[in-house]
């Protein structure tokens, strides 16, 4: 008999929903280690280390100000220093994807940075988006598109996004033609390399041969979610989580393929309804992005397990100042840090 699953009926109760952290801007990406701690994404060109008695400190080689004193929206989230993605090198360091100065970059806990790649096959190397390592001490990498101003990029008709594998100081082409590549995250056997496609508005899949090369391409659940997608992550009962950016929500894939909505923060809201049209007729404007978002977080980006049980799950954002969080009645899948 199938053992149940243990997201079967659970929905997130607003009330329920604590905040840590305060005065952080633009928390895309939350990596949390056993002893409580949160490492925070940070658009002054770092990230904010929120202890685990809730005092934080900003870890920047120096201190970026252009995401606080832009001057209109747009520009505030396509310039400047933007870490985005991050992952714990295995000597503790973080490994930074900044998307504003499109580099894989690697930052020390006390702030010295240094570049690893910023070319590939001797050519910029696109909007750098995420990064995750794996077990084996490889380095993956998404590239959302080649596309300067990646506002430009949310199209249906544009797919030049890629993932890239970083081994041996050299990085590599391991699977390309995506529709704005965002989020990646292995399995539990690292099988199969799941790729969040938010132009596609839709979660692909590749299998991962020992030498890095991704075949088998194929999609994981549904093929429209009707949103755009961001960020993924597992728990430890095979159900892939995320967010829906934008229309915030946050949901979940079964094993099965079968699309669950955990906590919705749109509400079918007319500006997440108009953005969606838009898109459909290659409409989309920042204009259109930027009326969107709920009230929890604006544009919900991430979704991280952590706590000493693996049962809290936090949210990152692209436009809140502090981290939402609640209990999950499932673990998260170890990362491979943890």
């Known amino acids: 008999m199938a053992t149940p699953n243990p997201i079967d009926g659970f929905t997130v109760d607003p009330a329920a929903i604590a ?17 409580g701690s949160l490492w925070s994404a940070d658009a002054r060109g770092g990230v904010v280390h929120i202890r685990p008695d ?9 201190e970026a100000t252009h995401f606080a004193s832009a001057t209109d929206e747009e520009t505030r989230f396509v310039s400047g ?5 991050l ?11 900044n998307f504003g100065t499109d580099r894989l970059e690697i930052m020390t806990r006390d702030g010295q940075s240094r570049v690893l790649a910023d070319t590939i096959d001797g050519t910029p190397i696109g909007k750098v988006n995420f990064v995750l390592r794996d077990s084996r001490d490889r380095i993956w990498l998404t590239i959302s598109t080649r596309i300067r101003n990646w506002m430009q990029a949310m199209s249906p008709n544009v797919s030049d996004g890629y993932v890239a594998l970083y081994e041996n100081d ?6 390309d033609g995506f529709c704005f590549t965002n989020e990646i995250r292995f399995d539990a056997n690292e099988e ?3 790729v969040v496609e938010t132009g596609g508005k839709r979660v692909t899949r590749l299998r991962a041969l020992p030498n890095g090369d991704l ?14 997608i961001d960020g993924i992550a597992f728990d430890a009962h095979g159900n892939l989580w995320g967010t829906h950016v934008m229309t915030d929500r946050i949901f979940a894939i079964t094993p099965d393929g079968d699309l669950r909505i955990i906590l919705d923060d749109d509400h079918g809201s007319p500006a997440g309804k108009v953005l969606m049209a838009a ?23 991430s979704v991280t397990f952590g706590g000493p049980d693996l049962r809290t799950v936090y949210v990152g954002s692209l436009r809140g100042t502090r981290i939402p969080f609640f209990r999950s009645p499932v673990a998260g899948l170890p990362m491979v840090h943890w």
């Open 54 to 62: 809730g005092t934080q400190k900003l870890i920047a080689q120096s």
């Open 279 to 301: 898109l459909e007729k290659d409409a989309v404007t920042p204009e259109l992005m930027l009326a969107c978002g709920g009230t929890i977080a604006p544009w919900f980006a």
């Open 19 to 35: 905040y840590v952290g305060e005065g952080l801007q633009r928390p895309e990406c939350i990596l949390a280690e056993r002893d």
């Open 215 to 228: 075949v088998d391409r194929e999609t994981f659940g549904p093929s429209d979610h009707g949103a755009f």
């Open 170 to 175: 050299h990085l590599r082409i391991v699977a």
């Open 192 to 194: 199969w390399l799941y």
């Open 87 to 97: 992952a714990f090198a295995s000597n503790g360091d973080i490994l930074i994807s």
């Open 81 to 85: 220093t933007l870490p985005n993605g």
